[in-house]
């Protein structure tokens, strides 16, 4: 018989404790970028595309120039969704062996096998992480497409609401989903840890966030 003697109350502390750090340093970032927009890379970013949506619909020539970067972008959001979903569906192959791999995937744990139903909720979070990056990349291509279609429209055949401002805005909420998409990716690190152990997510959190502070960091 399996042994299922261990306190949940333990694998919630472990894995709460770990959520709770990164929720914190999320909130902290935000608070600084609020105070300083410049703080963050996220918040330098939004000033440069916005810079760049007026420069480049201030100067028709660069048309050509604006089509090229916005495919970059469409191209990479592209290519992280369709991740995505062959992240989604090695999940839900992952899903049916549950019971054949998951006492070995656990054997480091410091609390031992866990119930098959807590076993279950780990594989749905990872499961909705990645179709939250899914749909986020998926809206990113989106916003690109439609910014290409308006960037690159000469002054005189410009609808009213197709303004500089308009689309910086529309390019800043492409820019905003893709970067929730990435955030997406790395919280699968802790949660794919979470499968082995609560111990090895907690690990996992406190040494994401250092590396995420170098990313978000613009000085």
Request: proline share 5%.
């Amino acid at each position: 018989m399996s042994n299922w003697s261990n306190p949940p109350s333990h694998e919630w502390f472990w894995t709460s404790t770990g959520l709770v750090l990164l929720a914190l340093y999320y909130l902290w970032m935000a608070w600084r970028t609020w105070l300083d927009p410049l703080f963050s890379t996220q918040g330098v970013n939004r000033e440069a595309r916005r810079a760049w949506a007026h420069h480049i619909m201030a100067d028709p020539g660069l048309g050509i120039l604006a089509v090229q970067t916005l495919r970059n972008s469409t191209m990479s959001a592209t290519f992280l969704a369709s991740t995505a979903i062959l992240l989604i569906i090695g999940v839900l192959n992952l899903s049916g062996k549950a019971d054949q791999i998951s006492a070995s995937w656990q054997a480091l744990s410091l609390f031992g096998q866990v119930d098959p139903r807590l076993w279950d909720i780990k594989l749905l979070a990872l499961l909705i992480d990645f179709f939250v990056a899914f749909f986020s990349f998926a809206m990113s291509v989106r916003l690109f497409n439609h910014v290409g279609y308006q960037i690159t429209l000469p002054p005189a055949l410009r609808p009213s609401v197709v303004s500089p401002e308009q689309v910086a805005r529309h390019l800043n909420r492409a820019g905003g989903f893709y970067s929730i998409g990435m955030r997406a990716y790395y919280l699968c690190v802790p949660l794919v840890f979470w499968l082995f152990g609560p111990q090895f997510m907690l690990l996992a959190c406190l040494a994401l966030i250092p590396i995420l502070y170098a990313a978000d960091r613009a000085h």
